[in-house]
């Protein structure tokens, strides 16, 4: 089932006890929130599109074929920095997996 956000869409591809992997879409010059997560870690890998990563205040810029490791609690973000959309997958390890372990810094939607 996709899931529909402000910034584009996921779907989950596999939800375990373990981990959990998502297919992410960001829309052209669309940005999800600056956040930190208390219980999972993530990588995410590029597959199209151009990406701006901040992670703990450091800029990355990141194309298909490119990954990028979240550690837990650390502050991050991704912008999708070209004209077409911005896809990744993100696979998260942890100990919980729900959208309510998210804290969110800064967002462009009202969602804090």
């Keep these: 089932m996709i ?11 596999l939800d375990t006890p373990s981990y959990k ?6 829309n052209a010059n669309q ?9 999972r870690q993530e990588h995410w890998t ?26 837990l609690q650390a502050k991050h973000r991704i912008k999708n920095t070209g004209s ?3 896809v990744f997958i993100e696979v998260q390890t942890g100990s919980y997996f ?7 810094l800064v967002d462009d939607y009202g969602r804090l």
């Design 46 to 71: 590029m597959v199209e599109g151009q990406a701006e990563v901040v992670l703990d205040d450091v800029t990355y810029s990141l194309t298909a074929g490119e990954h990028i490791f979240i550690p």
């Design 31 to 39: 940005q999800l929130s600056y956040q930190y997560h208390y219980k």
């Design 98 to 104: 729900g959208e309510d372990d998210i804290v969110r």
């Design 3 to 13: 899931e529909v956000r402000p910034w584009g869409s996921y779907e989950v591809l």
């Design 84 to 86: 077409v959309p911005l």
């Design 21 to 26: 992997v998502k297919r992410i879409v960001v």
